[in-house]
T-cell receptor
């Protein structure tokens, strides 16, 4: 299996621009998670989906952030408009899902390193 | 109070040393426990699950104390390649698959 695939790996943009991050989870996994990691705040859960349905978006910092999962093999995290304080590494992770053997274990993608100038 | 607390370190140890990390969690309803490892500029990766009876995987031993709500990780015979950040992780039943990550403990193994 190719693992969780994220794109782009690096993104540099200017303040005010729209940024879209993409994630392809591991095939067969029912849960998908978006995290943000910074030196100051560590790893923060932004939102997660079960069977393509958003379950908990309480970690989404504000309305500028939105996430979608149109099907089981694809998700996006969009920031519009972007701000310098959004600069961070954004990770996507997937897991087999509740009720499955070791369903809680999450497998992370390599991340997208975002710099907003 | 943070849900999962770890000593940030860094722990600087020589090769061959034994090092132990502890982690405490605040929610007594926590169900599953893990240690993840994160190398510099890489993604977190599962190191091992932590079971109530304790478990061992080669040089790594994990223990869980539910009464005191803490988790430990012991690394024996440290290698240079063990240098990384170790993240303590818990889940709670009411949050389904949601993982709560500690801030991590930095380990530096030196020759």
């Amino acid at each position: 299996d190719a693992g969780v695939i994220q794109s782009p790996r690096h993104e540099v943009t200017e303040m005010g621009q729209e940024v879209t991050l993409r994630c392809k989870p591991i095939s067969g996994h029912n849960s998908l998670f978006w995290y943000r990691q910074t030196m100051m705040r560590g790893l923060e859960l932004l939102i997660y989906f079960n069977n393509n349905v958003p379950i908990d978006d309480s970690g989404m910092p504000e309305d500028r952030f939105s996430a979608k999962m149109p099907n089981a093999s694809f998700s996006t995290l969009k920031i519009q408009p972007s701000e310098p304080r959004d600069s961070a590494v954004y990770f996507c992770a997937s897991s087999p899902g509740a009720g499955k053997f070791l369903g809680n274990i999450q497998y992370f993608g390599a991340g997208t390193r975002l710099s907003v100038l | 109070r943070k849900e999962v607390e770890q000593d940030p370190g860094p722990f600087n140890v020589p090769e061959g040393a034994t090092v132990a990390f502890n982690c405490t969690y605040s929610n007594s309803a926590s169900q599953s426990f893990f240690w993840y490892r994160q190398d510099c500029r890489k993604e977190p990766k599962l190191l091992m699950s932590v079971y109530s009876s304790g478990n061992e995987d080669g040089r790594f031993t994990a223990q869980l104390n539910r009464a005191s709500q803490y988790i430990s990780l012991l690394i024996r015979d440290s290698k240079l390649s063990d240098s990384a950040t170790y993240l303590c992780v818990v889940t709670q039943r009411e949050y389904g698959n949601k993982l709560v990550f500690g801030a991590g403990t930095i380990l530096r193994v030196k020759s």
